[in-house]
């Protein structure tokens, strides 16, 4: 499934009650369209909108005034890869678990999609997933699969993303993860 977005943005609110007044006020803002908003862990809510560049940069600047002191991370990405949108879709196809696995592991939701996104842009990867603060303690995580050094290249692109923020908690890549694993961490 591959799905085409002009730009999208996201802002990461600690409070459920700000971050639903501030979204409101992002959808109000401009002309875009919700891709998704909800409640993360630990009582944290995210919004992630997308639309034309200048609409979502006008929607992301609302929710940052609106949610002032309750703003955790936000982020505003043009041209988004599509298997970071399908990623946090949940449509990504799996394929074997031959090859090499990387992980980012950062401590928002908005942090860990910035980071996929560059790291797919980075190198000939499959992106597994973006898991975002869901039974994670207010940390994300991304998984990324392919041959050992696309991998690696797209690890150090997405970590880098990511430590611009001070938000990277860790990265690794495990050149031959066994099958067992990667069966049961998806």
Not at 94 to 102: H, M, P, T, V, Y
Not at 178 to 186: A, G
């Amino acid at each position: 499934m591959t799905i085409e977005l002009q730009a999208v943005g996201m802002v990461e609110f600690n409070s459920i009650a700000a971050g639903i007044d501030a979204s409101d006020h992002m959808v109000k803002a401009a002309s875009v369209q919700v891709l998704f908003m909800k409640t993360i862990c630990p009582g944290k809510f995210v919004a992630a909108v997308h639309g034309e560049v200048a609409a979502v940069q006008a929607s992301v600047d609302a929710g940052l005034q609106a949610g002032a002191d309750t703003v955790v991370d936000h982020f505003l990405i043009p041209r988004i890869h599509p298997a970071v949108v399908a990623a946090l879709s949940c449509a990504v196809d799996l394929q074997d678990s031959r090859g090499a696995l990387g992980v980012l592991e950062t401590f928002s939701a908005a942090s860990a999609v910035a980071a996929a996104d560059q790291a797919v842009k980075a190198a000939d990867v499959h992106l597994l997933e973006v898991r975002m603060a869901m039974g994670l303690g207010g940390k994300a995580f991304v998984l990324l699969h392919g041959d050992v050094a696309a991998v690696e290249a797209s690890v150090e692109a997405g970590a880098a993303e990511a430590a611009r923020s001070g938000l990277l908690v860790r990265r690794t890549v495990i050149p031959s993860l066994d099958p067992q694993v990667f069966q049961h961490i998806l």
